[in-house]
DNA sequence: CTTTCTATATCATTCGGTGATATATTATAT
DNA sequence: ATATAATATATCACCGAATGATATAGAAAG
């Protein structure tokens, strides 16, 4: 499940998944950084390569957009109509994988 | 999340799950290929490329075992305790995923 | 007897994640 | 004042995971 661009075949990364999660709500890089871990109770921690990386392709691939901040040295983004519905759909998945595990243990 | 030995870091794969999933009862590698398409509905399938490679890496973190086979030609596995240990936590871990995807979306 | 299905296996390639590193700015402490 | 820590963004090089392609061989079916 790890070749051909993920994002073309319609599943989220981990990464991805929680960058888009936390872009529910407009904020800057640095900031989802620290979202993530809080959401996840340290559970998840992004770091600055993995961010960087992953929110240029999120952008390219239109699922996040910068938007003007007031701010002008912190770039600040939020989830597109595109992002929300693929979050939407790789919840979908992600609770569909469950639901097959927890039918294998009757 | 993929640096670093992903089973020694005590996360499955979607591949690694599924063939953990399947193998709570033993089967031989092709039947496995069969068994995750079935149980998925299609949804999920994985060629013998991912397959054999990963059986060998479950092999060798003694997740799963080799169990002696009535047919010679070929080779049945069965989970191992503490694949059934690991694949608890991870089905636990990918729950919490779940949790804290519908939390933010109060 | 040839084609299809079963069954296992490896190679080379590609994508995703990340440790290390760099740079600049802004607080905070001494 | 000034060293130190935290904020903030960014890239490089490397590694692991997944996989298309390919190879091999035995068994069943037509």
Redesign the pocket.
């Known amino acids: ?9 319609g599943e989220l ?4 998944f929680f960058i888009l999660l936390s872009l529910t709500e407009s904020k ?7 979202d993530v871990e809080k959401m996840t109770e340290g559970a998840v ?13 999120l952008v390219a691939a239109e699922l996040i957009e910068p938007v003007p ?1 007031i ?6 983004y939020l989830i597109t109509e595109s992002g929300k519905k693929l979050l939407n759909e790789d919840i979908i998945r992600r609770e569909q994988i469950i639901r097959t595990a927890e039918r294998v243990f009757e």
């Open positions: 499940m790890a070749r051909k661009d993920s994002l073309k075949a990364t981990d990464t991805s800057h890089g640095y900031l989802i950084m620290q921690s992004i770091g600055p390569a993995s961010l960087y990386t992953t929110i240029k392709k901040s701010e002008g040295n912190k770039k600040t």
